[in-house]
């Protein structure tokens, strides 16, 4: 038994373990059901587990923190105590350096760092003489990919296509939001819904009205908050819930619930305005429902006039904030048809 251990596995009696101390270093760019694979194998394997996230250039639209969130995420520290993540290293040599400056860097700050494995897992064919590099054994873990027939290369080509293989925590951060505004009765919720059956990904419902339901239309500036927060925790919800692809259409967003704060308190919190702020960077695309349809009372909404003060506010601020945004005219079927056109190839058309 490697190192004479025979520790437990995870906190599990009378478990022999293998190994004192394993290591995988990977881009993980993104984080897959390989990947997985080879860390549950190692936890299995090992008495201690450290994974360290390695690549230069480093990845701009998934960089570093955010790769080790998505181990933290899958591998949570309660349930894991025996994996440690490694922190970023200073100035690691570019990925198309020879192995023999590779090893040299690993094997120095990995001692700078009291990092001393036993076992080097991977499913790579470098493994074996990086293992050796560090005096540690090398386990290959599915080097075919039979178990798991994909790559980082593969996925980072055809993400959407290819998403089976990555854990829903992850393919959120790749599905991109879209706002779809408007005053009151312009037909959002139908159009969201329509959306998310057309382009066969979810939507989300405008939380704002569950609040103002349950407070029976007294809300307050932190109802306004609430409002913003449960909408965002909506969001997070469907882009994990599995069912996401690609898109995620959503009904509102914070800066129209800072404009009802405004509309209907007079005044806003400075978190709400915080938020609103975000929405530019949040959102990939906005499209704003016209009124150029019936205005329906259904006993919650003001009138007809008022929805034209609504809209124009919902225009102003988009300009005002800097936000390209689409109106859409006619049919729900006419409208989704101008989001396809607006959304393009994103759309997989």
């Not at 690691?92 to 001692?111: I, K, M, Q, W």
């Not at 879209?178 to 382009?199: C, I």
Request: proline content about 6%; some cysteine.
């Amino acid at each position: 038994m490697a190192g004479g251990c025979g520790g437990r596995a995870n906190g599990a009696p009378g478990r022999q373990l293998l190994h004192r101390h394993g290591l995988i270093v990977g881009k993980f760019a993104p984080l897959h059901a390989g990947h997985e694979l080879l860390i549950n194998v190692a936890l299995a394997q090992c008495e201690q587990l450290s994974v360290w996230c390695y690549a230069r250039p480093d990845f701009p639209d998934m960089p570093s923190p955010l790769r080790r969130g998505w181990l933290r995420q899958v591998f949570p520290a309660h349930l894991f105590p025996s994996l440690t993540l490694l922190p970023d290293a200073p100035n690691p040599p570019p990925d198309s350096s020879t192995s023999e400056v590779h090893n040299a860097y690993c094997r120095g700050v990995l001692a700078d760092w009291s990092v001393h494995p036993d076992a080097v897992f991977s499913s790579e064919a470098y493994g074996k003489g990086f293992a050796a590099a560090l005096g540690a054994v090398h386990v290959a873990v599915d080097p075919e990919r039979a178990q798991v027939p994909v790559s980082g290369t593969q996925l980072r080509r055809d993400v959407h296509g290819l998403r089976r293989f990555l854990n829903p925590l992850v393919y959120a951060h790749f599905v991109r939001r879209v706002a779809v505004l408007g005053a009151e009765s312009t037909g959002k919720s139908t159009l969201v819904r329509a959306l998310a059956g057309h382009f066969g990904t979810v939507g989300v419902r405008e939380y704002g009205r569950d609040v103002y339901e349950r407070e029976n239309g007294a809300l307050a500036p932190q109802h306004f908050l609430e409002i913003a927060h449960g909408q965002r925790s909506l969001e997070h919800e469907a882009a994990t819930s599995g069912q996401a692809d690609r898109f995620l259409f959503c009904d509102t967003d914070a800066a129209t619930t800072l404009m009802w704060s405004y509309l209907l308190t007079g005044t806003a919190l400075p978190e709400l305005h915080a938020l609103a702020d975000a929405c530019a960077a949040r959102y990939a695309h906005t499209f704003v429902c016209g009124t150029g349809v019936p205005f329906e009372q259904d006993g919650w909404r003001s009138n007809k006039a008022v929805r034209g003060v609504q809209q124009a506010y919902v225009l102003q601020d988009l300009h005002t904030r800097r936000r390209a945004y689409t109106v859409l005219t006619g049919s729900v079927q006419e409208r989704a048809a101008q989001v396809g056109a607006a959304l393009g190839r994103d759309a997989g058309a």
